[in-house]
């Protein structure tokens, strides 16, 4: 019997625990203070007294983000960096800008599910499966449309318009993270070795110095 319940409880504890993005607020809300030396999983709160209503809010994401760079876009994020009342909520939202035929490059985020919404332009969106399927789920979106990026996955976008691009995308974190393959493949610091890599990716070893050396 005792052995049943410690089943039944050990099978509830990962039954959360898969479920989880973000864990649920026990309180209305905890203001991430920003000075604070507390470590601990997210960000300290504030004296609730204390909290104000610019903890609540953002203003500027009407602006256009700078895609002058390698890759033709711009994430400009909103999480709990930039609002600190969004500590312990387990959301957060994006505004990515695409020059023509501008890329967000294949990437994951390890805390969130991304919920993408086409504002302005084009775009061709998709994400892969994991092993050993490794499966291609990709669409062609245009403005209105909407498209799923599961937690974990790597997915990417890329403006198939004629001018430029805009998406607002939200987060199923506070602060979902980011990965994004070629920097964490080839821009580690520091580098992975030229061998490992050279065995991963099954090519010549001057091609993965060459690639090293651009991240
Ligand atoms: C956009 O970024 C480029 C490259 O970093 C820079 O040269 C340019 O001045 C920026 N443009 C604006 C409007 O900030």
Redesign the pocket.
């Known amino acids: 019997m005792v052995r049943f319940i410690v089943l039944v409880g050990l099978l509830a504890l990962s039954f959360c625990v898969a479920m989880a993005a973000d864990h649920s607020p026990l309180q209305d809300f905890c203001v991430a203070q920003s000075n604070s030396q507390v470590l601990l999983n997210g960000l300290a709160c504030k004296n609730p007294s204390m909290v104000q209503v610019s903890d609540f809010s953002f203003s500027g994401l009407h602006i256009a983000g700078?895609?002058?760079?390698a890759v033709g876009s711009r994430v400009t994020l909103v999480s709990a960096t930039q609002i600190p009342g969004l500590n312990t909520l387990g959301i957060s939202l994006a505004r990515i800008d695409y020059a023509p035929w501008g890329i967000n490059p294949p990437h994951t985020h390890p805390r969130a599910t991304e919920i993408l919404t086409v504002i302005k332009g084009s775009l061709e969106v998709g994400f892969v499966t994991s092993n050993p399927d490794n499966r291609l789920i990709s669409k062609i979106l245009k403005k209105g449309d909407v498209f799923v990026f599961p937690i974990g996955l790597v997915h990417y976008q890329r403006n198939v318009g004629s001018g430029n691009a805009m998406a607002i995308v939200g987060l199923s974190s506070q602060n979902p993270g980011v990965i994004t393959i070629a920097n964490a493949v080839f821009g580690s610091k520091p580098d992975i070795s030229t061998d490992i890599l050279v065995k991963a990716l099954q090519v010549d070893k001057n091609i993965i110095s060459d690639t090293q050396v651009k991240f």
Do not use: A, K
């Open positions: 700078n895609t002058s760079n």
